[in-house]
């Protein structure tokens, strides 16, 4: 990859964003209050206390991966990351598929996105008899409401976005920093109420957990909430400095999600408890919602109490919907990125004169998205089946980061041994990286074959009609049959224009098609 040799630009805005915007971005497209609101409860019915200790342990491969992400990102700043780099490492079909996996994960999690984001709109106005009900017309309605939005927002520029990131995100961090310090503080002056535990360094001992199953299951949800980091690396064609800046970006957002992340699980399990009454952590009805159930018992009553419980149940909706927004960024850059290379048709490489954008690109993903929504949302169980796609994610999580661990190690294969440097973060890092993501992904493919049940990570499951009448869980299902209809629709491509797949547009020796370093010092200013 040889990033100073004469370049095609792909048409995006170059300069657009610096350091700032780019971590803003990483961190924001996790949406860290959605994500744990409706995740937590989860992880804390697989592993019970030691909660804190798989949201510690999880960061470990996206700490790796975010170095292989730096390192290739060194070498070929290309929008479509892992496409692009897979495919120089290890061929166009293992490039292909990478970029499948990142397209296929982040269509997957947009009907959960849209579903949360038109609950919060009801539960934030005192309409919970509609915003407890995520399969709701007008649930439906506003979600994909949401989904309009953002993506018109995605379509005007990514200024504007990284811009309501920036807004959305600091208010996020501010009330959920005061949520965490006085759901401490009343832990430790006794006020809290009697579900509440004292902070033990117990909680960080691994040992503890029950089987290895159920610690494989934590960190496979733990993927989930950390999953979006590399949305930094996938603007990189449009910030001030893209062999660099994005990089750097990812390793920061990596590391200031472990932080909050940690922070609030410890706070949120002690003040609620694990019990599976009242505002207990494992309670059933608080799983899918922990901030919903915490809030008012936290804050309290009074004018400041309903302010800050309406606050925190705003920025959770502010969460999901700046996911939402982040989540379509990516998406349409890999789908630019791939029909540069000619990987998918040639409409989805247009770019807006005006706004420098990918236009088809970002429309049809927010088509498809709203069409997905809408599908899911009249299936019988509803919102458990939303709730296995969102299981199913970590499965294309895990492929993709992980490949992306393994082409850094290949691509920089014979450059190991010139420093303990290059060793370490070019080679053993990102390797392990892959490696740990691999085998959980492995581990889940075996517990989400199984049919609903306690040692299963189904809620939802089908069963043959014919013999052998096997009970599959929706978790497999979803996860395998995504995978498999990207292999399809990879061999169906090729059939149509097989250039990509031989070779002939992108390999080990192409050009990287972005702008020029020297251009970028005259472009727009970063934010």
């Not at 990859?1 to 924001?28: C, E, F, P, W």
């Not at 899918?288 to 804050?299: E, T």
Request: net charge neutral.
């Amino acid at each position: 990859m040889n990033s100073t040799d004469t370049r095609a630009q792909k048409g995006l805005k170059t300069g657009a964003l610096g350091l700032a915007s780019s971590v803003v971005i990483g961190v924001a497209s996790t949406a860290p209050a959605y994500s744990l609101a409706a995740t937590l409860g989860f992880i804390v019915f697989f592993v019970g206390i030691q909660s804190p200790i798989v949201v510690v342990l999880a960061f470990v491969p996206m700490l790796f991966t975010a170095i292989g992400y730096q390192e290739l990102n060194k070498a070929d700043p290309d929008c479509g990351t892992t496409f692009t780099w897979a495919t120089r490492a290890f061929g166009p079909k293992t490039g292909w598929l990478g970029g499948w996996g990142i397209i296929a994960a982040d269509i997957l999690v947009m009907a959960s996105l849209a579903q949360v984001a038109g609950q919060y709109v009801f539960l934030l106005f005192n309409a919970d008899g509609i915003g407890s009900d995520p399969t709701s017309g007008w649930v439906l309605l506003v979600g994909i409401g949401w989904i309009v939005v953002m993506t018109a927002i995605c379509y005007v520029g990514v200024e504007l976005s990284a811009w309501l990131q920036k807004i959305f995100l600091v208010l996020e961090i501010i009330v959920l920093i005061i949520f965490a310090v006085t759901a401490l503080y009343k832990v430790s002056n006794g006020t809290a109420g009697p579900q509440a535990i004292d902070v033990s360094w117990s909680w960080f001992n691994p040992l503890n957990i029950d089987s290895f199953s159920a610690f494989v299951r934590g960190i496979i949800l733990m993927l989930f909430i950390y999953w979006g980091w590399d949305s930094a690396v996938a603007v990189n064609e449009e910030t001030a400095d893209p062999a660099k800046t994005p990089g750097r970006a990812a390793v920061i957002s990596t590391v200031l999600l472990l932080v909050t992340y940690a922070l609030l699980t410890v706070s949120s399990q002690a003040f609620a408890g694990i019990g599976d009454k009242g505002i207990g952590l494992n309670n059933s009805d608080n799983s899918s919602d922990i901030f919903g159930a915490l809030g008012h018992a936290v804050f309290g009553a009074g004018n400041y109490g309903s302010i800050m419980t309406h606050l925190l149940l705003f920025l959770v909706l502010t969460s999901a919907a700046a996911s939402t927004q982040t989540t379509i960024l990516p998406t349409a850059r890999t789908s630019l990125s791939m029909a540069v290379y000619r990987a998918m048709p040639k409409a989805f490489a247009k770019v807006h004169r005006k706004y420098l954008t990918p236009t088809v690109s970002t429309l049809a993903f927010g088509g498809v998205s709203i069409a997905l929504y809408a599908m899911l949302n009249y299936t019988s169980n509803a919102a458990s089946v939303i709730s296995d796609c969102v299981t199913s994610l970590g499965m294309m999580i895990a492929f993709y980061y992980g490949l992306t661990g393994f082409a850094c190690a290949w691509y920089y294969r014979h450059n190991l041994t010139t420093s303990p440097r290059n060793f370490v973060f070019q080679g053993l890092l990102p390797f392990l990286g892959g490696l740990i993501l691999f085998g959980a992904l492995c581990w889940t493919l075996h517990d989400a074959w199984l049919a609903p049940s306690d040692v299963s990570s189904s809620f939802t499951g089908w069963q043959m009609g014919f013999s052998p009448h096997w009970h599959i869980g929706s978790v497999f299902l979803i996860g395998v049959g995504t995978f498999l209809i990207g292999i399809i629709l990879m061999f169906v491509w090729q059939a149509v224009s097989p250039a990509f797949f031989r070779g002939e547009t992108l390999n080990a020796d192409t050009p990287t098609m972005v702008p020029d370093v020297a251009e970028l010092s005259s472009a727009t200013k970063s934010l």
